[in-house]
């Protein structure tokens, strides 16, 4: 009788056991850690965006809100006495220099403050102007340090959280001041040129947009589209006033006219920077003192600002743009 061979017991053996049990634990440490790295870096993108999420909002509020700003100008005799020519004039203004101009305090007030008008049509009582879209508005944007807008029914024993906020101030139309200070042709209500008596940020009250904004820089700049013959000016210093604009080497009036385009910059810190950093300071915290005076040292004042931040491990982002003003005639 033919013996049948026997089948050879086929496996693996401990040794390769062992060898695919540490192959597949590194690989599954790999796995988790690149699932680890991928998780922190989306909690901390997701952090930081919601972080600034107030921020952009808020900056692009301002440079839309910008676009819109008008003059409005006309021409008029120089002089309603002794008139000898037609002048460009307007009633309207736009303003734009450092918050210490307006007679505040370059700590609770830094960098810089923008006024203008814009045809919003915002309006304090619907019912009567509500079908007036394009009125007028006063806009203001500035950067106060200070205390919370809290509610008159919050007690006492809840401190005040003091810190950087980016304001916004608008006039309703029907309360809109401005044209009792007009654009001082003999013979008409005027306080002067460099006078801003319409600017009254306590009436009414400016709201806030943003905290944690520590500096705005408004810089008016020409279009780098057209040659001119003159540079904007006061621009040597941050301010640009629409009612004292320089005449030109040729004779020709500047005056009441925008800026074709403005440079607006917006740094802004997290929350939980801010809380660690000064904790509710009754002082603002000097982070911007002497920066930002010259258009010329922009750049560097900018360096020297986020090499600060950056050096006490302060979380920010900066966001700049140009805005074109859609309402600037720019002429010489």
């Known amino acids: 009788m033919q013996k049948t061979p026997s089948r050879r017991q086929t496996g693996?053996?401990?040794?390769?056991?062992?060898v695919s049990f540490a192959v597949f634990a590194l690989i599954m440490v790999m796995l988790l850690s690149l699932t680890d790295i991928t998780s922190k870096t989306w909690r901390r993108t997701t952090e930081k965006m919601q972080a600034f999420e107030e921020a952009r909002a808020a900056f692009e509020r301002?440079?839309?809100?910008?676009?819109?700003?008008?003059?409005?100008?006309?021409?008029?005799?120089?002089?309603?006495?002794?008139?000898?020519?037609y002048d460009r004039v307007s009633e309207l203004q736009f303003l734009s220099l450092p918050m210490s101009q307006l007679g505040k305090d370059a700590a609770a007030f830094p960098t810089h403050g923008m006024f203008f008008q814009s045809p919003t049509g915002k309006v304090a009582s619907k019912v009567d102007f509500g079908n007036l879209p394009l009125l007028l508005n006063a806009y203001g944007y500035f950067?106060?340090?200070?205390?919370?807008?809290?509610?008159?029914?919050?007690?006492?024993?809840?401190?005040?959280?003091n810190r950087f906020r980016l304001k916004e101030w608008r006039v309703p139309s029907e309360k809109l001041a401005l044209y009792a200070k007009t654009t001082g042709i003999t013979g008409k209500n005027y306080l002067g040129p460099t006078s801003f008596d319409w600017i009254n940020l306590a009436d009414p009250a400016a709201k806030?947009?943003?905290?944690?904004?520590?500096?705005?820089?408004?810089?008016?700049?020409?279009?780098?589209s057209v040659t001119l013959s003159t540079t904007l000016a006061?621009?040597?210093?941050?301010?640009?006033?629409?009612?004292?604009?320089?005449?030109?080497?040729?004779?020709?009036?500047?005056?009441?006219?925008l800026p074709p385009e403005v440079e607006v910059i917006m740094v802004a810190i997290d929350e939980t920077s801010a809380a660690r950093?000064?904790?509710?300071?009754?002082?603002?915290p000097d982070l911007t003192a002497g920066l930002f005076q010259k258009p010329v040292d922009?750049?560097?004042?900018?360096?020297?600002?986020?090499n600060k931040l950056d050096q006490?491990?302060?979380?920010?982002?900066?966001?700049?743009?140009?805005?074109?003003?859609?309402?600037?005639r720019w002429s010489q």
């Open 234 to 257: 006061e621009t040597d210093s941050f301010i640009y006033n629409s009612r004292t604009l320089s005449v030109t080497p040729e004779g020709r009036n500047q005056k009441h006219q």
């Open 208 to 224: 806030t947009l943003a905290e944690n904004v520590i500096a705005l820089v408004i810089s008016p700049k020409n279009p780098e």
């Open 12 to 18: 693996f053996t401990l040794i390769e056991v062992l």
């Open 298 to 306: 922009l750049e560097a004042n900018l360096k020297t600002l986020t």
């Open 143 to 161: 950067v106060e340090y200070g205390s919370d807008d809290r509610p008159a029914w919050l007690p006492a024993s809840i401190s005040p959280k």
């Open 277 to 284: 950093k000064w904790n509710n300071a009754a002082s603002a």
């Open 62 to 85: 301002i440079t839309a809100v910008l676009g819109q700003a008008t003059l409005n100008p006309y021409w008029d005799y120089d002089d309603l006495q002794n008139p000898t020519k």
């Open 312 to 328: 006490e491990n302060i979380k920010y982002v900066m966001l700049r743009s140009v805005v074109k003003i859609r309402g600037a």
